[in-house]
């Protein structure tokens, strides 16, 4: 598929060194986290956590005006764990039967494109035509700009870690629609 300059696919092996940047960049740079692995472990193996599983995903976004990955988006069976996750959403998220979406990065130069919508458009047509998965999930750090707004503008807010922090820092878990 395209959009406009950009051919969203399916990552290939070869692709997996530049998804890799893609990912890492965005966890320095917009996370101001760094490199976390109880976090992060799955972008070290992208192939353990995404090509090799049948029922699991890594698309990237390609531009072709060079060649780059200038986008990715994943999606794995694996459901929110308790904890850190709160309970009532890991037990309402079990494994197996949620799509899991992860890591929709779309570098700086090429946000505001239409990107991301894409690759999770293509991410949901995978997880229907599965057919085992029940619910699509993901979280997201409201810290990160742009973040949030766009996934309020796709999903439902099942739970807000800010409110049990008084308004402080906390996650947000979403409830994707399937289509």
Known sequence: MRTSDYTIRPATPADLDAARVVMLDTVYRDF????????????????GAYLTPARHT?????????????????LDSRGPAHPPNPRHVAERYPSGVTAQLRRVYVRPGHRRRGLARRLVDELLAFA?????????????????TGAEPFWRSLAKVVHDEREDAGGGQGIVHFDVPMR
């Open 58 to 74: 890594l698309l990237v976004a390609v531009d072709e005006r060079d060649g780059e990955v200038v986008g990715t988006g994943a």
């Open 128 to 144: 229907a035509a599965d057919g085992g998965y029940r619910a699509v999930y993901l979280h997201t750090d409201p810290a990160v």
């Open 32 to 47: 101001g986290t760094g490199y976390v692995p109880r976090w992060h472990r799955d972008i070290i193996d992208l192939d």
